[in-house]
Structure formats: structure tokens, C-alpha cells
């Protein structure tokens, strides 16, 4: 029996107790650690000269022992170990608090690796707490391991270096001989070895660039082996003769050209032999829903039904209204189900739902995907804002038949990011604004500001306008802190600056029925302003607020801070943007410099992308991409295109992957699809 997937109990030098902490990062077995990867390298290799360094930048200095100077004990459980040290032309001491065994270990006149950051003046420098090497043995690029409380990167090394002992005595491979030959890889049994205890830089981008190759390339299989199972199944196919004319006349615009694009293009592929599967991205306000809106007109035309499904019950609510705007002139029904309506209610829309077969129907993701059964479903429609469901759209595959899927998203993303992302699906770009929109106008202000935002914003108020007053202590919504801070600025504001004005709360942890009265309330202008969490992120449409405040605006994401700012500007009037931080943090001060300069969501995608690196793109747990890994191709266009060449090549050849030499690779890609519940590839 392979001792890799064995229990990591079983590895020595893992007891039960840490046994326990390695299940906390998801590491079940020594394989599991294997794939645990360094976060970063302590770079051991370019030592430094004592006088050449600053203070407070981390180093690494050779050094000599001169001394071991006597422990001082400064008082009970607080004794000090300090170490003199040489590089050959100036001294320092290396400093441990409490910690004897480093100081125990070091030898006079031994020479050792010390990194850390310097301290103390010309006649003293020190380094406290280092970490200290032997030159004997010494890892030159030294791993640092994503920790979690109680396992230090010291413990995950000594666990590693037993592991790749098992793993030299039975190398593993996943991808088949001829590719790593064809795409110049190395063994996956070098590569592991070489990440967790590489010598050299260029060894360990050699090793990385095979790791990447094969994450990347199992992803990609893996929405391609989506898109094949749904594509070679026959789709409900719809008549290209039906005629849409009574919705364009209905409109109470007319559409941009981008949306008449889409809605071409959406049309042919309802007609099509294949399963639609669509993306259609489109900034904020773009108008995405008319499209959506016209397709379902189209299917019901056709005498089908139409789910749309949102993320939210505010947005399914919101989504409500406006399909049935667009849709009731038409004669079509629209239904609204969600988590909140009690059951008697439920059972009778899922009545008219069975009988009604053309009806397009509105709710929310759970709702929808736990409690109906359709009649006849043509088009699955789901609004996901800014997710990235791939696991969703899988399962979403399994229902009801094989019907058309329309996939709408508010978050521009970078193109190398979509492909990646979004392997699986076609995509339409909505790139233009409806007619008439004024670019909002964003400024970054300091908290000194804010009383003349105040007043700024109470001039717009009196004009008989809205506002948003964003304010949120962290990026998730529905925390208590948001939820209280929320409430307590409320309560100041309706004291003070806006005791004249009518002021909402709206916050997560609000029931969803509270939500929709806050919301309607908003809508129909019973509110001047609306103090609210992150809640109000999503999708919300109120044409007429002009202005939205955003506190803590550092703290936020330049996607998330653009998705904010798209809830104002959707009407014809001139919008604001205002951004309120007291950070001197550089970094968070260009971001907003950012925001300032561009409403275009594209540009703001590359640069948060640049700026903030992939994690936050993808949502790491969600398709267990290591930070490393993501890294590495990221910023690496050819890499996405050698990959998802390679990634056709196999599927070309072997579309299930069920030849000897693909089964390891097939293994592992339903492997990463099923840790993100995903079930649409068995
Ligand atoms: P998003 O793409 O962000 O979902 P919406 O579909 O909510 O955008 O549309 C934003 C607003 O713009 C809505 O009030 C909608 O009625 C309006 N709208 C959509 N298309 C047009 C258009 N072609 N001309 C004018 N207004 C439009
Ligand atoms: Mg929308």
C-alpha cells in the first residue's frame, strides 16, 4: 500500500494533534502535502554585507560566531540569548527572546545563514528573533508554508522532507509521456521536489512552470469536457421564424447596438442544434436585463418556459418588476418564487408553474435549483453579478433536460482570467453605455471632507434626488461589525447632517422581507438616503439616486468599489461617486486614484488583477487553484494558450480521457471539479 494516501497520522513525525491542524488546511494525507506549496522562498543565496543593509528590511547576512554572550534573565519567564556575529567586516548580535534552542545549538566560530530585519544604531545592529541556518546544510531558497495557529513552516519542512523520501521511492505522474515531450515539461515527481527544496531559481521556474502547466491544464479539460457533454447533447431547439417585434415596440428605449448584438446572436443559438451555453458580460447598467428579457420573450414565443435566477431575493424581487415591465405588455406571465414565501404560496406557483408553459420564471439560486419541477424549460438564465459559479453551471446542466443556458455577469474580467474562468461557456461582450449616460464623477476625499460632502450631498437631496451611504468596516456584507456600524452612522446622521431627510438602513443581517420593503421603499422615493452595508452591491437599480458615499473606501476591492459605484449613474442625470479614506497606505491611494480616472470596468479589472493578484478573481476555495500556481500563469498569457491547446489536443484524441495513459490525468480533473461540488462530469 502506497504510504502518500495513507492518513498523515501514519507519516512520522505527525502526531494526532497535528494531524488535526494539517485537516485544517485540507491535508489529509502525505499526497495532500506534497501539494501544499511554499507561499514564498527565504532567499538564502544573495547574502548581504551588514553595513550595506537599512534597518527594518528583512536580509540574510553569512556570518561567523565570535561570542555566545551570557543569558540574561530579566525576570521570571523573560530571559534574553544573544549571539555575536561577524561577516568578516562588522559585527551585530542576533537577539532570541525565550527561545534557547538556536542560541543552544550555535557553536563558536561556525558559520551560519542569519535573516531577519536589522535593528539598532551604528555602534550596535542587531537582528531579533532570526532565523539562523548552518552554511553546511543550508536550504538556499528556504520555503515558507501557508500556516495555520500552531503549525509552523519549521514543522511543515521536517513533514515535507520525509514525504518526498516516500515519494522518491514511488515517483507518481499524471500527465502522459508524450505531452510533457511535446510542451518540454519535467517529471511531476522532480517537479514536487524541486518546489519544496529548490537550489536554484532557475530549477525552481522550471518546476513551478510544470505545476502551473498541469493546473492550468486540468481546469481547462475540465470546462471542456463540460462544454462537450452538453454540447453532444441535442438541444430543445426553438423556430428561427419566431417574431420579437411586440417587444421592441413595447420598449420604452430604444436598445444600444451592443444589446441588439447580443440578442441576435442569443437567438441564433436558442435555434441552434446545441445547447446554448453564453456568457454575456457587460459593465454595470450596460443592460444586461433587457437582453435577458428579450430572450425569454423569444422562448415563450416559442412555448417554453424561462427561469431567471439571481443571487439575491432583493435582486430576484428587482428582477421581478422589470421582466414584468418589459414582458406583461406581451401577454407573457412572469412568477416570482422565493426562500421567503410561505409554503401554501409556494405550492400554488408551483402549480401555475406546471401548468403554465410559458410563464418565465424568477428567484433565487436555491430556490429554484431545490424546488420545481418545470414543464417545459427552455432557457435557464442566471444572474451572477460577480460570481463565478463553474460549479454551478454544471449542476445547473443536470436539470430539467438539457435546456439553453444564458450565464450574465456584471464583473468585467480580464480576458486571459475569462478564458480560464469561463472555458466552458461562448461569450458576448455588452460594451457600450445606453444613450445618455454622464460618466459618474468620482473623487477620493479624506475624512476632513465630510462635512462638505454632507452638504453637497443634501444639495442633491433637495433637488429632489437620492443617495447611498456605503458604510462597511470589512468586505463582507453580512458581518456583525458592518451591521452595527451601519446602524450606529445611521443613527448619527439622522441626529445630525440629514435630521431634515428621510433615512433607510439596509444591512444583511436584515430578514429578506425587511430588505424588500427598504428596497421598494427606496425605489418609490419614500427614502431621500440609504445607509447600507455591502448588501447594496448587488445589482440594485434605483435611476433615481445620483450619489453614493462610500466610507473605508481603502478597504475594498477596486472591482467590488466599481460594482458599488454602478449603483448610481443609471438614469440620465449627472452622478457622484465620493470615496472616503484617511489610509496613507500608498497602495490603497493610487487604487482610489484609480477609481477617479476610469469608469470603464475593463481597465478597472486589469488593474485590480495587477494590483491585488488573482485570489480574489477566482475565490481560491472555489476551485483550489493554489496562490502559487494562479501566480504564476496569471500574469502569463501564453501560458493559458499553450495549455488550453494542449487541453484540445487530449480531448481530440480521447474526449473522456479513458485511454491507460490519460486515466491519472482523468483522475485528477474529476478530482478538482468534484472539491468544488461538481458533479456535471461523471
Ligand atoms: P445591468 O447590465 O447592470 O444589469 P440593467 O439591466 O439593470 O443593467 O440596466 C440599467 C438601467 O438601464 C435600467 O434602468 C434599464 O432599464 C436601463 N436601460 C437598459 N437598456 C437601456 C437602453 N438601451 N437605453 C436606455 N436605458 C436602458
Ligand atoms: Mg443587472
Redesign the pocket.
Known sequence: MNELYQPIENLAGVGEKRAEKYHKLGIHTPYDLLFHFPRTYIDYANPVMIADVENGIPCAIRCTVLQKLAVAFVRKGFSIYRVLVTDGISDMLLVFFNTPYTYQAMKAGEQYYAYGKLTGGFLRREMQSPQVQKVENAMLLQPVYPQTIGLTSQMMRTNIQRTLTLLKQQPIETLPPALMQDYQLMPLTNALHIVHRPNTHAELDAARHRLAFEELLQFQLGTLMIRHKSGSQAAISMSASTSIQDFYDHLP????RS?NHAIQIICKDLCGAKPMNRLLQ?D???????VAAAAAAFTAKNGMQTVLMAPTEILAQQHMS?MTGFLAPLGIQTILLTGSMKAKDKRAIKKQIAEDTAAVIIGTHAVIQKDIEFSALGLVITDEQHRFGVAQRAALAEKGGCPHKLVMS?TPIPRTLALIVYGDLDITI?DEM??GRLPIQTFAVTGGYRERAYGFIRSHLDAGEQAYLVCAMIEESDSLENVQAAETYAETLKQGAFRDYRIGLLHGKMKPAEKEAVMAAMKAHEIDLLVCTTVVEV?V?V?NATLILIENADRFGLAQLHQLR?RVG?GTVQSFCILVTDSKNEDARNRLKIMSHTNNGFAIAEEDLRLRGPGDFFGHAQHGMPPLMQAAFCSNMPLVSETQMAAKQLLNIDPELMLPEHRALRTAVLQLFAKNGENGLN
Open positions: 428605449f430604444s436598445l444600444t444589446q457587460g454595470v447598467g450596460s443592460g444586461k436585463t433587457a422589470t456584471a455588452l445606453p444613450k445589482g437599480d435611476p454602478g443609471r
